[in-house]
């Protein structure tokens, strides 16, 4: 990457902290370095305010917010100095989100304070050696008497796929600053800009040829959804973001006709499709993210339901659940729908449902819109029918009611389109959206179910 700094900010301070604006491929960016082993990057009272200074920098000048880390938390001997430096850091970096994106890099351990940065930052990525975690290895084993090591407590690997706090795992340093071009070359610099225009030589209104030929006969039968967004994005490009957490429901950058998409999908190959706790919260997530700097959301449903359990109920199904309804609900970008095949229920709903705020709601002649399957519907009304008559209720059921063309005369769905068209179809909604201007009820913040 040809990275050529341009202006160095409180460079004769002390500490582990380096701030400087810097090109990045075609972008500018204030970058941040926490990165010097002597100190283990510990953060000095002096380190907080260099953050504060790259934070207020960004804002000031609109810039994108860069930071490689790795640190081993607030400077000990420093005392409450080194927290309060940290604190005063934490809260000029939130004041940057949602404003100018926020990315970042975990290059070396992260630990302590300084790994809340990964949960503050819009994206993020880890190298295979650095690890992050809020308590260490010694803490862990001090309360629950088991050992662990800091790569099973919190490495690269478990960040990436079992909490989802890395959005992506770079290879090493290079392919790490790869990605970040690639992002920033997404990305709007600030909230105020739209993104990036795609050079591209692909037609906006080609077709996808046989797309529905993806869909096996069963209808219970798995297919990768991403063979349909790979068709229907510029050149087959999609940018996944957490592609291996929560892999029921796909986040992902591309482009329709040279403009910046974020696409969200249902993947029925994995538990059918289905929401469960993490999928509403990686879905809610991005689409906050593209809600924040103007970038149209795409969604594609084929989804049986939220996914059932105890163990999920417990857990705050609801409340998780209700996330992914305050982000649509809330989202004044252009929205576009396309229900694929299954949209049931509570799940109808919270994917971006017309009733929720959707601006263009389509649908496959294969998309079933309804309460529920054919299977359980019946299974409610008739319960003490036979089993022979109960079949023979599911195919009247199905035919009378899980068709979109039943959706479509009630107003919840636009358009039933040929699959062929899907690409045309979304690059002309999203042209007509692009001078959508909506406003939000004046409130200091909405009491979302965090």
Not at 76 to 101: F, H, M, N, Q, R
Not at 157 to 181: M, N, P, Q, Y
Request: with cysteine; aromatic share 6%; hydrophobic share 45%.
């Amino acid at each position: 990457m040809n990275q050529t700094p341009h202006l160095n900010l409180r460079a004769k301070a002390p500490g582990s902290v380096k701030v400087c604006v810097e090109d990045i491929g075609r972008h500018k960016a204030v970058v941040f370095r926490i990165e010097d082993p002597a100190s283990m990057g510990a953060l000095l009272p002096e380190d907080g305010e260099k953050l504060v200074s790259a934070a207020q920098t960004a804002l000031d000048k609109g810039l994108p917010l860069v930071g490689y880390i790795a640190s081993s938390g607030a400077h000990v001997p420093s005392g409450i100095g080194a927290a309060y430096g940290w604190g005063t850091a934490a809260k000029a970096l939130v004041d940057c989100s949602g404003v100018v994106p926020l990315i970042f890099c975990g290059v070396g351990p992260v630990v302590s304070g300084p790994a809340l940065l990964f949960g503050i930052a819009d994206l993020t990525i880890m190298l295979p050696q650095s690890y992050a975690f809020v308590s260490g290895p010694s803490m862990v084993e001090l309360f629950t008497g088991v050992p662990i090591d800091a790569d099973t407590l919190g490495g690269s690997d478990v960040h990436r796929s079992e909490s989802g706090a890395a959005g992506f795992l770079a290879a090493d340093l290079a392919h790490a600053e790869k990605l970040i071009t690639e992002l920033l070359d997404l990305l709007p610099s600030n909230n105020q800009e739209l993104p990036p225009q795609i050079h591209t030589s692909d037609e906006a209104d080609r077709l996808i040829g046989d797309a529905a030929s993806v869909l096996p006969s069963s209808a219970s039968g798995g297919y990768d959804m991403k063979t349909i967004l790979k068709a229907v994005a510029d050149d087959g490009y999609l940018l996944e973001v957490r592609q291996w957490w929560a892999a029921n429901i796909i986040t992902a950058f591309g482009s329709i006709g040279g403009r910046v998409v974020g696409f969200v999908a249902n993947q029925p190959q994995v538990l059918a499709g289905t929401l469960n706790i993490a999928a509403s919260q990686k879905a809610a997530r991005f689409v906050r993210l593209c809600d924040s700097f103007n970038i149209p959301i795409v969604t594609f449903v084929d989804t049986p339901g939220f996914q059932p359990g105890k163990d999920l109920e417990w857990r705050g199904m609801i409340r998780h659940g209700a996330q992914l309804v305050f982000a649509y609900a809330e989202a004044t970008v252009p929205r576009v729908n396309v229900t694929v095949r299954k949209s049931y229920g509570g799940a109808y709903i919270v994917m971006d449902s017309k009733r929720m705020g959707n601006d263009v709601a389509l649908a496959w002649p294969t998309a079933e819109i309804a309460v529920m399957g054919a299977k359980g519907a019946v299974g409610i009304l008739h319960r003490s029918e036979p089993e022979d008559k109960r079949l023979a209720l599911e195919e009247s059921y199905a035919e009378k009611y899980l068709t979109p063309y039943i959706a479509a005369e009630r107003g919840s769905i636009d358009r039933v389109i040929d699959p062929a068209d899907t690409r045309k179809e979304i690059a002309r909604a999203i042209e007509a959206l692009m001078t959508k201007r909506e406003t939000l009820p004046l409130r200091s913040h909405d009491n979302s179910p965090l």
